[in-house]
């Protein structure tokens, strides 16, 4: 596959998943390398959402859902008996596929996942709120505001707003599950370039339906296709000299 | 073309048949609302809510009626708001959703239409019986308890449901635990609906007249229970008690049946005017629970 420049931070091997008897993967092998960029391509319901979920655990709350074979992070099995699941969701942030903003203040919003577990000065929270809405690039819209309820900023803001509340908490992981749907052009570019940036410090899995979007900010591009993973590699290899026919059809836009 | 006609018409005929109903329905409330009114306005001075019963109507009043529903009032909510809203927060979010959780949440909505007295046998037997509480507010408000137990348990689980399960997520991504879900993010935003459903059930309790009486609520007393705070002479000057606990009550609708029953005109215009007071306590914790509602309601929307 891929040669290992950097080093995986999460190993996948044979991963399927299944709702009920439903099987929505099936043995995905894969492996995410730190500070990176891994766009995840693929028509509707192929299952990306599933498997950004399945890292960081989150689709244990879904009542019938089930994985089979291993997660290695950090080379520990995510879904050993042992694995605290509240440190991991820490280490993995996650912005949801639609907004959704605690109905609380824009401030209390980005406070909660830091008030929750450490006791930290209000200054220091304070500080930590303005850095990450500055990042999300929603700062200037709402620094006048920060009581406001998060409930009445468009769908656009509110996605801005989630993406600061994962960064504010300072995972290593962060999934984006297509952050940019609910967003006009100019706060998407704002976001990829936060994307760039983030590069340095994090490891980011982007979902995306945006072919030029997963051209444009990942370094390895992932395509699936009903449950199974067809091709992964470096970006420019996947777009430019797909290997598989399947590939190149949806790239091209010839295929649902 | 005749049938559009016809269909509108049918409209038409739909609208004023319940325009009439309604009007017939509010029209027989008004009427015996005016009917009480008149009835009891003579009687309805201080006086009145600041005396004893007695045996000549012109000097009995409800003190020790108001106050004993009261003292049940406060009595069952300090027992029903945390074991209610407890039991529906572990069904709801707790529990696994197996076929015994299914079974005791269908025995909880049963269990909200089982009719009063039921409740109040029970009682008799277990509190004032088993537990030798007696006849005491104690007993009686722990009667009412178990009668509004299930209507809260019902309003918990239905004000925690109607938050979508998005909210959910979105907190345990950032790492939150299950305690602290519920506590930071599904309280706060299931509060609303949650105390309307505890005012609408504690309104019921206020109007509960017969398992009072199984349980063996008096319906002549000439004293109150002791007050939970008593006011002394030296420092520290107050001391709570609730002893006034172990004393025996009457309420509203218990007096209000008592002078009914009495041949005398007179208690029947006593009747009429507790009556009033009655309905003027139901009517204000029905408005504060639409309050409540409204206030929520324009805070939070999905
Ligand atoms: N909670 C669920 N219960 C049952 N089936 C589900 C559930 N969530 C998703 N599925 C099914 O799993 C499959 C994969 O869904 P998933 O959401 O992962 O797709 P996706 O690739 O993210 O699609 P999209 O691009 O539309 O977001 C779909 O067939 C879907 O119907
Ligand atoms: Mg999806």
Known sequence: ?256 | MSRKIFSRRLDKIFKILGISFMVFSLLVLLVLLIDVFLDGKSRLTWGFLTSFPSRKPQQAGILSAWVGSVWIMITTAIFALPLGIGAGIYLEEYARKNRLTKFIEINIANLAGVPSIIYGLLGLGLFVRYLNLDRSVLAGGLTLALLVLPIIILSTQQALRAIPFSIREASYAVGATKWQTVRHQLLPAALGNIMTGVILAMSRAIGETAPLITIGALTYIAFLPQSPIIFLKNFPFVRFSLKGMFDPFTVLPIQIFNWVSRPQKGFFTNAAAGIIVLLCLTLIMNISAILLRHHYQGKIRW
């Open chain 1, 1 to 256: 596959m891929v040669e290992n420049i950097q080093k995986p931070i999460f190993k996948i091997q044979n991963l399927s998943a299944f709702y009920g008897a439903k099987e929505v993967l099936r043995k995905i092998n894969i492996n995410i390398l730190s500070n990176s960029v891994t766009a995840i391509i693929g028509p509707s319901g192929c299952g990306k959402s599933t498997f950004v979920r399945s890292l960081n655990r989150i689709n244990d709350l879904i009542l019938n859902f089930r994985v089979q074979g291993k997660i290695f992070y950090h080379n520990k099995n995510i879904y050993d008996k042992d694995v605290d699941v509240v440190e991991l969701r820490r280490k993995v942030g996650m912005v949801f596929q639609k907004p959704n903003p605690f109905p609380k203040s824009i401030y209390e919003n980005i406070a909660y996942g830091l008030k929750i577990h450490n006791f930290i000065k209000k200054e220091m929270i304070d500080e930590i709120v303005e850095k990450s809405l500055k990042k999300a690039a929603l700062w200037d819209e709402v620094k006048d505001n920060l009581k406001q309820n998060a409930l009445s900023l468009s769908g656009g803001q509110q996605q801005r707003l989630c993406i600061a509340r994962a960064l504010a908490i300072e995972p290593e992981v962060i999934l984006l599950d297509e952050p940019c749907s609910a967003i006009d052009p100019i706060s998407t570019a704002k976001i990829e370039e936060l994307i760039y940036e983030l590069k340095k410090n994090y490891t980011i899995i982007i979902v995306t339906h945006n072919m030029q979007q997963a051209a444009r900010v990942s370094d390895y591009t992932a395509f699936f296709l009903s449950g199974e993973l067809i091709e992964f590699g470096k970006t420019e290899e996947v777009f430019k000299a797909p290997k598989d026919r399947r590939t190149e059809d949806y790239i091209t836009g010839r295929f649902g």
